[in-house]
């Protein structure tokens, strides 16, 4: 295995094990997001800490400098020997301290950078790697704006919120540690001021708590339902600009970008009285300090360099509760953002294949047992009491009025869904038994809707597989029809598709669809109106090419046009969610039912 291989592999572990710490802590403390923040990170504090190590050094000209400053003005007003011996020494210190900083800097950057980032990364990896395990009823009814925001905004949130508890709260303690402790060796009713910030800036702190988590929470959903609204719009422009419709769109994500603003605006006020409120009760205190300590200084209780040493400390002070206070908005988000990202990975809405059978092989012989579905929180039931047996190498057609549950059938086919009574037999195993990982490697499915994605035709064409011939690519773009498209491209087979195949027709991207199954030489074949964006021409040279693709292979096809399921052996056809009709097209066709007139109802509108 290459070095690369191995560390892709390694970051793919990364993030399960993430995950798995995500979870673990998201439901031991449900609820409680900074405790599961502080869980997450466990094993990792120690890098933390050594990063607050360096933080302090490359911070010590800073917080050591008032203390230097006082020397000298106390050494200067002595006069003498004692001045010439505190610049030396003070100013050598501060020189000393200068001289590690950039070093110092470097260290803390590479050790807080390695854990955030590459927590930031891992979290991303779990998200995806969740997001492919859910199940597809999980994504119907899920916005992808909204997954997308929760993959780039909370994830990155989460990074911030990292950087902010871990790093300069640390630092902040430090701080505050160092100053207070030097404060108290040299005069401990000055420390009174100092002891004093901390209550009003726990009150300060309490006081706003609640409001800016609850404006945060509203920010985040409206965020979310942006980022949803936002790509559909994008995926509507054709239809938006086909119907002249783009004033009405405009209108429509206006409101929705003055709600966003409108929350956003709700937010930023809450945070900025929670800032100024803090700001000017700090600077009253400060203001005390500073007269306090020149009354001391005026009565000889100390030097006249220690104003500065102390009304520089209590500043440092001050910054230090001031930046503790800053933090809370920040982790109020970073903290909602937990909430929102453990939504997805703590979902028990996943395909679980652990201990189930691993399919060697596949013949293609199923069974429908009084099968039925209905979906959640919808009303009605899409299948009901399904019975239908289908031998190994069949063709079988399923027809039928759209919502008669055609599409239901082939995603339960799939594995997508399972059923909510009865069973499916495959090989004479209960599907629900199989790991359906292993039984899919013998299933190639050509949907609807054709997805293709940015990439070379070659890459869409081989999608996922590994030392493919160019034999086989050839042979796949003659069996879809693709030869006169391949020729026409300037760069043939590997030439440039644009995003969701924008600059192909519905035809093409059909027959690329087409060509994907095709290559994968599967055992069965599942066809959801394949050939609906064909014309007549192509139609008909596609459906030759499946006819022989379709020897010795399981083919399901779903069709609305009729005429394109003349030669399935069987069709079966839905209504109402069961199977009204079974039998070939002559023999429905002499039966004169539901299918006849169907197809008579297509070929007089025709």
Request: proline share 2%; net charge positive; aromatic share 8%.
């Amino acid at each position: 295995m290459s070095e690369k291989k191995e560390k892709k592999k390694t970051a793919f572990q990364r993030s399960d094990e993430l995950e798995q710490r995500f979870v673990k802590y998201y439901k031991k403390y449900p609820g409680n997001s900074l405790m599961v923040l502080l869980g997450f990170y466990k094993g990792q504090y120690h890098k933390f800490l050594i990063s607050s190590f360096f933080f302090l050094i490359k911070h010590s000209p800073a917080l050591f400098s008032s203390l230097l400053i006082a020397n000298v003005i106390n050494g200067v007003l002595a006069g003498g020997e004692m001045a010439r011996y505190a610049i030396m020494v003070n100013v050598g210190i501060w020189l000393l301290l200068l001289s590690v900083h950039l070093p110092a800097n470097y260290l803390y950057s590479k050790y807080r950078s390695r854990v955030t980032r590459g927590t930031e990364a891992g979290l991303r990896g779990a998200l995806v790697r969740k997001l492919q395990e859910l199940s597809i009823p999980y994504h119907t009814q899920a916005q992808s704006g909204r997954l997308q925001s929760k993959v780039i905004r909370d994830v990155e949130a989460i990074e911030t919120l990292s950087s902010q508890l871990f790093i300069n709260v640390m630092n902040i303690v430090m701080n505050l540690t160092i100053m207070i402790f030097v404060t108290a060796v040299k005069n401990r009713i000055i420390l009174l001021f100092f002891v004093m910030v901390a209550p009003v800036a726990s009150l300060t702190i309490v006081a706003f708590r609640k409001k800016i988590g609850r404006e945060n929470r509203a920010f985040r959903v409206e965020m979310e339902n942006t980022s949803a609204r936002v790509m559909e719009m994008v995926e509507m422009v054709p239809v938006t600009r086909a119907h002249a419709l783009e004033e009405v769109e405009k209108d429509r994500m206006a409101r929705q970008l003055e709600e966003t603003a409108e929350k956003g605006y709700r937010l930023d006020m809450v945070q900025a009285n929670f800032g100024a409120v803090g700001w000017v009760v700090f600077q009253i205190f400060q203001a005390l300090c500073l007269a306090f300590s020149g009354y001391l200084a005026l009565k000889g209780k100390i030097l006249v360099g220690d104003i500065t040493f102390y009304q520089t400390s209590f500043t440092t002070v001050v910054n230090q509760f001031t930046a503790l206070i800053n933090l809370l908005p920040v982790m109020t988000k970073g903290l909602e953002s937990v909430t929102s990202v453990g939504e997805v990975l703590s979902c028990d809405d996943v395909e679980h294949n652990d201990g189930k059978e691993e399919l060697k092989g596949l013949k293609g012989e199923y069974e429908f047992c009084g099968v039925g579905y209905s979906y959640p929180d919808a009303e009605g039931v899409v299948l009901k009491g399904l019975n239908m047996k289908v031998k190994q190498g069949e063709t079988i057609a399923i027809v039928g009025e759209s919502g008669s549950g055609k599409t239901t059938m082939l995603n339960l086919l799939v594995g997508f869904m399972m059923p909510k009574e009865g069973s499916i037999r495959i090989d004479g195993k209960d599907i629900t038994g199989i790991n359906l990982k292993t039984y899919r490697r013998f299933l190639s499915v050509v949907p609807q809707m054709p997805l293709l994605f940015t990439g070379t035709l070659r890459d869409n064409i081989t999608y996922g597989m590994e030392n493919v011939t160019e034999e086989q690519i050839m042979a796949a773009v003659r069996a879809a029809n693709l030869s006169g498209l391949v020729e026409k491209l300037p760069e043939g087979i590997d030439s440039m598709i644009e995003e969701h195949g924008a600059n192909l027709s519905g035809g093409q991207r059909q027959r690329i669809a087409i060509a994907r199954a095709v290559i994968r030489d599967p055992r069965v074949i599942i066809l959801d109106e394949a050939t609906s964006a064909l014309d007549v021409i192509s139609e008909k040279e596609i459906q030759d090419a499946l006819q022989k693709l379709e020897k010795g292979r399981t083919t399901f096809i779903v069709a609305h046009r009729l005429s394109t399921v003349k030669n399935a052996d069987r069709i079966a056809v839905l209504s109402g969610g069961q199977i009204v009709e079974e039998g070939s097209y002559s023999e429905l066709m002499e039966k004169k039912g539901v299918f006849y007139h169907m197809e008579s109802l297509q070929v007089s509108l025709a």
